[in-house]
């Protein structure tokens, strides 16, 4: 089942995607969904943020290749930042380089999964319990601030920085799925989440033991080996197998 966020002229609504149409739940997509009875072709709505979570929660390094890449070795354990959840846009909206103060943004094609229910302490054997479903994700990063500042909170954290969509997919089976990050059509990125070094189970383990995590909270599995810089006019699209395809084109911020 994909669950969509999206808007048309008489509001913003959850929905399910089936094929071209996109039928309206009243609420929230959190337990059993009751159907409105309305219903839209997808061509005619905005496929909006999937969700707005309290908090987004990223694992840094957990591909070998992407912390060769970046110059050191992969964490014994996951290692965890936030982004705030302002920085959340959907499918479609513009990610904001901020010209002012960086040089050099990147693209951070990944997984991400979404909380289901309000949860802490749970062990790796029962979080598929926990988890509604998966999205793409595009862990947009100030390279240049990242090395400057030593943590990551600034670079990762503008506005526009964290693009999710293009629904959320409940049905689908996560340790080994292609994932690719393409820019204007060249691809950048290409690995498989069996390459994750923290798996699914283990991340939800070891961040659930730290906070208490709500539903609609999101948690960035990590980005693969290939990780590049935008630039303002390019079109960047994260795909995700049996998931979907994000996609979002770089203007300069005001």
Not at 123 to 136: K, Q
Request: charged share 20%.
């Amino acid at each position: 089942m994909r669950i969509a966020r999206f808007s048309t002229d008489e509001g913003m609504s959850f929905g399910v995607v089936e094929e071209n149409t996109v039928a309206a739940v009243a609420a929230h997509p959190f337990g059993e969904l009751a159907f409105t009875g309305h219903r839209y072709p997808l061509a005619d709505v905005r496929l909006l943020a999937p969700i707005l979570p309290s908090k987004v929660i990223a694992i840094g390094k957990n591909y070998a290749e992407h912390a060769a890449e970046m110059g050191g070795e992969a964490p014994a354990e996951p290692l965890i930042f936030a982004k705030p959840s302002t920085s959340v846009i959907g499918p479609g909206e513009a990610i904001a380089y901020p010209e002012k103060l960086s040089e050099r943004v990147d693209h951070e094609g990944e997984l991400a999964l979404v909380i289901g229910r309000m949860c802490r302490e749970v062990p790796a054997s029962r979080a598929a319990e926990v988890i509604l479903g998966y999205t793409c994700a595009n862990d947009v990063t100030a390279r240049d601030l990242q090395a400057r500042d030593g943590q990551w909170t600034r670079a990762k954290g503008f506005d526009t920085f964290c693009p999710l969509g293009p629904w959320i997919e409940t049905e689908v089976y996560p340790a080994d799925l292609a994932i690719s990050t393409t820019v204007n059509g060249e691809v950048r990125q290409s690995a498989r989440t069996s390459q994750l070094i923290h798996d699914i189970p283990k991340l939800v383990e070891y961040v659930s033991q730290v906070m208490t995590l709500l539903p609609g909270d999101v948690i960035l599995t990590g980005t693969p080996a290939g990780v590049g810089p935008l630039e303002v006019g390019d079109e960047v699209s994260v795909t995700v197998e049996n998931v979907g395809t994000l996609t979002n084109r770089v203007i300069a911020r005001d």
